[in-house]
């Protein structure tokens, strides 16, 4: 008898054209076919998280309204653009995007300027998730310091390194949960139970990581099953919004 | 005034030298690093010149040495070189002295220093060393005084900033700012949190007056001044504001 699969969940995939990589729809629900992957959720690409949200948030609820409920889409919005940036995730929401994402490094702002903090209260308004691409813009422990300021709101930090710091920006800020995407950082937060059972996600960061091995890092953690379940799956859908009917639901 | 970021830098002036230049300046007092190595031979020997330079008169050179957190030696010679050597405290530049903060050793010396009521002062430049990353290690030692020796960089002030609002026992060195970052501090940070230090080898007279000199182009009103290079520094250092 076959064990049960866990659900696996991908917490943040780039769709569209990068300066390196790009990803269509059709591609990624086929990769996500053949490695078991049931969900995703999806964010603009690079062009469109900088200067051209409405197209990418256009682009990434259309593509979630027609995947019949497998993808959902992050909404994005450059915190410079004020004003126009919350008239934008509202406008996202309304197409259904579950969540807010951020890229301090490409948007070019400073996780302690200002300018993002209307965006964290439109998203705690909405209870929105926060996923925060991790670099040189957005260390750990610098996110930390700014999701203890917001501790309704749920942050995701994606594309950490520095374990350590992981590990200590978790305990510094309950609310922040860490990617898989670093091997060090999966076995460092793994080590502390406390942390690993519900604030570990799962996420392939396509199409700038390869998802099979990404995917196979996690199936392969050391961790018990009912974490590995958390890890794939588990801890994100307790993140996000409850699924309710899309546009593409209703048509 | 109380410049909290000088360096030894090569030899040491004559300290009588140093206290006629102080005078001339209007500086009440310099807070002096050991000098600069990654060499752990190197650390010691700079906490032993530093100690019998500062020794002429303490209530104006104030030292602070340092450690070689990959030697076995470094929670005894922190010990020696607060109690025994009377050095305020240590510097630590884990870029330059090849660590980070998460060094196994840091914690252990960091015990010993808030023990023996010493300072730390961190050469904090994001993004080698965030003022996040020195957080954290002061939020383990609550007894322990520790100064974000650069106040995050250019980069990193906001940071410094929102470090300190949440760490009672962070202290803020503006050292190096542009004026608009370096006043935003003064005003922003919680009272008696921000000293200034100008960064440069305390044989540099002229540039270490200049510096502080420089504080009254940020536009900062002259209390603020006033607490900035004397109130501040002088609680930091010897528990009085007086």
């Known amino acids: 008898m076959t064990a049960m699969m866990p659900k696996v969940i991908d917490a943040h995939v780039r769709l569209g054209a990068g300066r390196e990589v790009s990803l269509e729809t059709a591609a990624l629900l086929g990769a996500m076919d053949e490695l078991g992957i049931e969900h995703a959720v999806i964010a603009p690409g690079e062009r469109c998280t900088v200067l051209d949200e409405p197209a990418g948030n256009t682009a990434t609820t259309t593509a979630a309204g027609e995947s019949a409920g497998r993808l959902r889409a992050w909404a994005v919005a450059n915190p410079w653009r004020g ?50 691409r991790g670099g040189v813009a957005a260390a750990p422990l610098t996110l930390a310091l700014l999701a203890a300021r917001y501790p309704d709101v749920p942050f995701l930090l994606g594309g950490a390194r520095h374990p350590a710091d992981v590990v200590a920006a978790m305990r510094h800020a309950p609310n922040l949960s860490a990617d898989t995407t670093s091997s060090a950082v999966l076995d460092a937060v793994a080590a502390d139970p406390d942390l690993a059972n519900a604030r570990l996600v799962f996420t392939s960061d396509s199409p700038y990581r390869v998802a099979g091995a990404e995917l196979a890092r996690v199936r392969e953690w050391a961790g018990d099953d009912p974490s590995r379940a958390g890890v794939l799956g588990a801890n994100l859908d307790a993140l996000l919004p409850a699924p309710t009917s899309t546009p593409a639901d209703l048509t | 005034m109380i410049d909290f970021h000088t360096r030894a830098s090569g030899v040491l002036p004559e300290a009588s030298e140093l206290l006629a230049a102080m005078d001339a300046a209007g500086i009440e007092a310099v807070v002096v690093q050991s000098v600069h190595s990654s060499k752990s031979t190197d650390g010691q020997k700079g906490n032993d010149e530093l100690a019998a ?110 470090a300190a609002a949440v760490t009672d ?47 009254d182009d940020w536009g900062i009103d002259s209390s603020l001044r006033e607490n900035l290079l004397v109130h501040n520094p002088r609680a930091l250092l010897w528990g009085s504001a007086g």
């Not at chain 1, 406008?91 to 951020?102: D, F, I, M, T, Y």
């Not at chain 2, 995050?152 to 900033?161: H, K, Q, S, T, V």
């Not at chain 2, 006043?183 to 080898?201: D, F, W």
């Open chain 1, 83 to 132: 004003r126009d940036a919350l008239v934008e995730l509202a406008r996202a929401a309304e197409l259904g995007a579950v969540g807010l994402a951020v890229d301090p490094q490409l948007q070019g702002f400073d996780l302690h300027d200002g300018l993002l903090d209307p965006l964290l209260e439109l998203a705690d308004d909405r209870d929105w998730p926060v996923y925060v």
């Open chain 2, 169 to 215: 026992n962070v202290h803020l060195c503006v050292n190096g700012l542009p004026a608009y970052a370096a006043r935003h501090v003064v005003e922003a940070a919680a009272p008696g949190r921000v000293v200034v230090g100008s960064g440069l080898p305390v044989t540099d007279s002229a540039g270490v007056a200049a510096a502080l000199a420089a504080v």
């Open chain 2, 53 to 162: 330079f500062v020794m002429t008169d303490r209530s104006r050179m104030v030292g602070l040495g340092t450690v070689h957190l990959g030697g076995s030696g470094a929670v005894d010679d922190t010990r020696w070189a607060v109690n025994e050597l009377g050095l305020a405290g240590l510097w630590l530049d884990p870029a330059r002295q090849g660590t980070t903060m998460h060094d196994p050793m840091l914690g252990a010396v960091c015990e010993t220093l808030a023990e023996c009521g010493g300072i730390l002062l961190v050469h904090d430049a994001v993004p080698a060393t965030s003022p996040g990353q020195v957080a954290e290690l002061a939020r383990r030692f609550p007894q322990l005084r520790v100064v974000l020796g650069c106040c995050g960089g250019p980069d990193g002030w906001r940071e410094a900033l929102a």
